[in-house]
């Protein structure tokens, strides 16, 4: 009976491991994402650091969070799909500038889409 009950315990402790892990990799794929894409288009200012700020799940038949709203705008403003159940995976990535301005980013499924702010120009 001991026995059965350390298995089962090292079972849940590695699967909760896995788990925690899974979600660390595609926060790090976004963030990775968000500043390779800003630096690639020559936008404006120096990334200083990358965060993730939110995993945002698809609206369901509820009234959407301040994080689904935002991206949802991004995306509209960008002429893509405002529909955030189209895709795998939406993340709110915050990029902090050397100006210590930071500039939220919508990245879509694994880095196929960054969508930055109108707002964000491109250098000069």
Request: glycine letters at 6%; aromatic letters at 6%; charged letters at 25%.
């Amino acid at each position: 009976m001991k026995h059965s009950f350390v298995r089962f315990a090292v079972v849940v402790f590695v699967l909760s491991a896995l788990l925690v892990t899974g979600c660390t990799k595609y926060d790090a794929i976004a963030e990775e994402s968000a500043q390779e894409t800003f630096e690639q288009r020559g936008l404006a200012g120096e990334v200083e650091s990358s965060s993730h700020k939110d995993k945002v799940d698809p609206v369901g038949d509820g009234e959407p969070t301040n994080h689904q709203r935002l991206a949802m705008w991004m995306l509209s403003q960008a002429g893509h799909d405002s529909d955030l159940s189209s895709y795998d995976r939406v993340d709110l990535v915050d990029l902090k500038l050397t100006n210590g301005e930071v500039i939220t980013t919508v990245v879509v499924d694994e880095g196929d889409l960054v969508v930055f702010p109108q707002s964000v120009e491109p250098t000069k």
